[in-house]
């Protein structure tokens, strides 16, 4: 391993270090057989980091990997050579980063594969006069002449009044709902979920998968992943982007609070359209990671939430699109989320939410290892 890459890993793995979690949250090479470039890094930013490489490559886990890895996760060690070129590739980079461009982590996976796992050597004539593909909404940036309206909080206050108004937000406390999940981990089929929130920060999505209960818990401070098939049967998130959005998710679940769960508002981004339709656009930052706003500007409501987590191969984008609001004690809640990242999308249905019902606190603390169906 180069030494830029272990000063990079040492960095990092010392930003981390914060004070404040319930257990020291297990790195890599604690929890993995054969880990030799991306050691001292959580086990759940190195899992973002092979979502990084799947996404910049177009590829599943088992290109890389092999078919032998599926529901057997010892096999994921195995050094095949598909592997190994990528092991190679991550040093190439850095040393391109280190000696071309100061350290800086200009040149990504993603600069020359392009969701592709042979990247092009000839310019292509026919994209050259052809149709541009349409632009990437998630892509939009603060124009360097940003008008001075509306600000970020114009759009917030608008937000909020439009979700029933601040006092009817702040009345709402709890809520305990049902509903359906789909996706990747249902294996596109659908199943039962539960959710549970209590303001202004906690929360516990439940989903109940064919194979045993998957679970997201956010107590507030510390967050959660449980689920069948995972590397780890209970595994507690790092300080970093996926805390960091596990933590939003839940205080977003009580928008009311909003202007404190994000802190480094910005705004003057140029309309952003999705599906013919246009949003406002604010930026905020939730601990480490920025996170990406849309409004829609008929309605005034949060249509999508598009936030990046800092990997050490790059940033991890992840988007949730909300819609279909429904009122719930005079409060608008959005009744579809839809998870879009890097291993997949999953669809969220809430089919009732009652409001201000007791949660047993138990619901938000640390979960048991999943019992298997
Ligand atoms: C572009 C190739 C590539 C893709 C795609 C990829 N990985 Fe990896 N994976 C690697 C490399 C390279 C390593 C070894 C990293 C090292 O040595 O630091 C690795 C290591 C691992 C390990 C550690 C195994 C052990 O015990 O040492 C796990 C677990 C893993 N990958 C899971 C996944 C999953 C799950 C996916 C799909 C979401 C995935 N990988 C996608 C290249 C890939
Ligand atoms: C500077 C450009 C560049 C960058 C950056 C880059 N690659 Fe590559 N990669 C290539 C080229 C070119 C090939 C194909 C080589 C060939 O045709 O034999 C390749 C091939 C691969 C392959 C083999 C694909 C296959 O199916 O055989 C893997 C895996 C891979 N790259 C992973 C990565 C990973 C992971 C990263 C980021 C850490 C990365 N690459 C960054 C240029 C790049």
Redesign the pocket.
């Known amino acids: 391993m180069n030494l830029a890459l272990i000063s990079l890993l040492l960095t990092v793995g010392a930003a981390h270090a914060q004070p404040g979690t319930d257990q020291k949250p297990l790195m890599a090479e604690d929890v993995f057989k054969n880990v030799q470039v991306l050691r001292g890094i959580p086990v759940n930013q190195f899992m973002e980091t092979m979502g ?2 799947s996404a ?2 177009g ?1 599943n886990c088992t ?2 990997h092999g078919d032998e890895v599926l529901g057997n996760w010892a096999r994921y060690a195995d050094d095949v ?3 190994r ?2 092991r190679r ?2 040093q ?2 850095n040393t ?1 980063n280190k000696g071309e461009f100061g350290g800086r982590r200009a ?7 392009r969701g592709s ?3 092009k ?1 000839v310019p292509s004539l026919a994209e050259q006069y052809g149709e541009p593909p349409p632009d990437d909404p998630n892509e939009v940036e603060i124009a360097r002449r940003a008008p001075a309206t509306p600000t970020a909080d114009d759009i917030l206050n608008r937000y909020i009044q439009a979700l029933g108004g601040a006092q009817r937000l702040a009345a709402l406390t709890t809520f305990a709902a049902k509903g359906t999940a789909e996706g990747f981990d249902t294996y596109h089929g659908k199943v039962a979920m539960e959710l549970f929130a209590k303001a202004p920060g906690q929360r516990a999505l439940i989903v109940h998968t064919q194979n045993g209960d998957g679970a997201t818990i956010c107590d507030g401070r510390t967050a959660w992943i449980t689920g069948p098939d995972r590397p780890l049967p209970v595994l507690q998130l790092a300080p970093g982007g996926d805390l960091d959005g596990a933590r939003l998710d839940a205080q977003l679940a009580f928008p009311g609070n909003i202007r404190q769960a994000l802190t480094q508002w910005r705004a003057g981004f140029p309309a952003a359209t999705i599906d013919d339709r246009e949003f406002q656009v604010i930026q905020g930052t939730a601990g480490n990671s920025r996170v990406k706003l849309f409004f829609d500007k008929e309605s005034g409501l949060l249509a999508r939430q598009v936030r990046y987590e800092n990997t050490v ?2 940033l991890v984008p992840a988007q949730v699109d909300y819609s279909d609001y429904r009122e719930v004690a005079g409060v608008k809640i959005p009744f579809q989320w839809v998870v879009t990242w890097t291993d997949g999308r999953s669809t969220f249905r809430f089919t009732e939410v009652q409001p201000n019902v007791a949660v047993d606190p138990a619901k938000f603390s640390k979960p048991a290892a999943p019992a298997a169906r």
């Open positions: 990084f490489f910049a490559l590829y290109n890389c050579p598909i592997k070129t990528a590739m991550i190439m980079v391109l040149v990504t996976c993603y600069s020359c594969h796992g042979s990247p050597v191969v790059g």
